[in-house]
């Protein structure tokens, strides 16, 4: 264990050396209340994506920081994005919502049950019942089209977005890079 611990440690401490060699080039981007009231009269989009570290939608789309909102979580899914899409639509407003999913997505292979299994070695027995009950967003079967439907579907169905934004699901193949539209 103390290996495992003394790599992490040193991953941590490459990253923080890292950002002192990016620190030379840094440029500020605009205050919060800067880019809010700039964003304000102007629509948006919104992105949301798989944290997988293979996939940047800075790159894939090839855009720059700041251009548009990503939210990325496992298996870019929807029900963990909400929270964050209440708030840029609070404080910036967008007109889009653009949800990826893409190949060989971790969520495709390991599913709600083996997540739930691992949880169950690691936290107390008598917390159980609690696990039983979370969903963790697999994709059952690789098909992306069924979680790209059911993402899509619980934003435009969440009432929470004004009735005229345009909620797309597309993938991103991993292989060629490309994106296609699946649900429109």
């Known amino acids: 264990m103390a290996d495992k611990t003394q790599l992490a440690l040193d991953k941590i401490n490459n990253l923080f050396a890292r950002n002192k060699e990016q620190q030379k080039t ?19 989009v919104c992105i949301i994506t798989c944290s997988d570290p293979r996939v940047i939608p800075e790159k894939y789309f090839d855009f720059g920081i700041g251009e548009f909102f990503v939210i990325r979580n496992a298996g870019g899914r929807a029900a963990d994005a909400l929270r964050s899409l209440a708030f840029f639509d609070t404080a910036f407003t967008f007109s889009a919502v653009l949800i990826v999913h893409h190949t ?81």
Request: with cysteine; net charge negative.
């Open 26 to 44: 840094y440029h500020a981007p605009p205050s919060f209340l800067t880019a809010q009231k700039n964003r304000k009269s102007s629509p948006g």
């Open 104 to 184: 060989d997505c971790g969520m495709s292979h390991v599913s709600d049950a083996d997540i739930r299994a691992g949880l169950k070695k690691r936290v107390p027995e008598q917390r159980a019942g609690e696990i039983d009950d979370m969903a963790f967003g697999e994709i059952v079967d690789g098909d992306f089209e069924r979680s790209l439907k059911e993402d899509v579907q619980l934003v435009r169905g969440s009432g929470w977005f004004d009735e005229g934004v345009v909620v797309k699901g597309c993938l991103f193949d991993l292989e060629s890079g490309g994106v296609r539209e699946i649900v429109g």
